[in-house]
C-alpha cells in the first residue's frame, strides 16, 4: 500500500502483480479517497492537513488538498471511471486488467449471500518412497545435481547416480559429500 503525495503509483501505471503471491492465499487491497469522498461528504469538506499539527495553511501541499477538496464538492472534477466486477469473477477481473486497455479503475465487491468465492486445490506436490532407492543416469551435471536436490526434498533418501565423467570437480565431490550427509 502507498499513501502520501505521489499516490498510488504501481496502481495508476499498471504495475506488474505476481500472481504466484496468490498460491498463498495472499490480499491485495486498494482504496480510493475519491470514494471515500463520495460516500462521506462531509469528510472532504475539512481541511486535510497532511504534515501534521505544525504544518502551516500556507503550505502548498494543504492549499492543493484544499483546491482539489473543494473542486470535488464543486463537481468541477470527477473521479476516474470505475468498472465493478464481483469476488465470483475474480478471474475476469484479472483478464480484463492484464489486457491494459481499460481506462480508470478496476474494482472488487463482495456481496454475501450472492458472491461464490471460487477455490482451487493446490496441486498435489510428487513424493518418493524413502525406502526405495533411485538411479538416475548422469546425474552430476547441473540440471542432475538440480534434480538430486529436488528428489530429496520429496522424500528419495537413496538416490544411485551413474556419472561417465565420475567426480572430476571439486564442484561434484563437494555435491556427492553433502548429499551425502
Request: aromatic share 6%.
Amino acid at each position: 500500500m502507498t499513501i502520501g503525495l505521489r499516490g498510488r503509483v504501481d496502481v495508476q501505471n499498471f504495475g506488474l502483480l505476481h500472481l504466484e503471491a496468490f498460491r498463498k492465499n495472499a490480499t491485495f487491497s486498494s482504496f480510493d479517497l475519491n470514494v471515500i469522498m463520495d460516500k462521506q461528504p462531509d469528510l472532504c469538506a475539512q481541511q486535510v492537513k497532511l504534515l501534521g499539527p505544525n504544518s502551516s495553511a500556507n503550505d502548498p501541499r494543504n492549499r492543493l488538498v484544499k483546491i482539489v477538496s473543494d473542486m470535488l464538492l464543486q463537481g468541477r472534477i470527477q473521479p476516474l471511471i470505475t468498472k465493478v466486477f464481483d469476488v465470483s469473477d475474480l478471474d475476469k477481473a484479472l483478464l480484463y486488467f492484464s489486457k491494459g486497455a481499460h481506462i480508470g479503475k478496476i474494482a472488487m465487491q463482495y456481496d454475501r449471500g450472492q458472491s461464490v468465492v471460487k477455490t482451487v486445490v493446490p496441486a498435489r506436490q510428487g513424493s518418493f518412497d524413502c525406502n526405495a532407492t533411485y538411479i538416475l543416469v548422469g546425474g552430476l551435471g547441473g540440471l542432475g545435481r538440480s534434480l538430486i536436490t529436488w528428489m530429496a526434498g520429496r522424500g528419495a533418501r537413496h538416490i544411485a547416480v551413474i556419472s561417465r565423467s565420475g567426480t572430476n570437480t571439486s564442484v561434484k565431490t563437494a555435491f556427492i559429500e553433502h548429499a551425502a550427509l
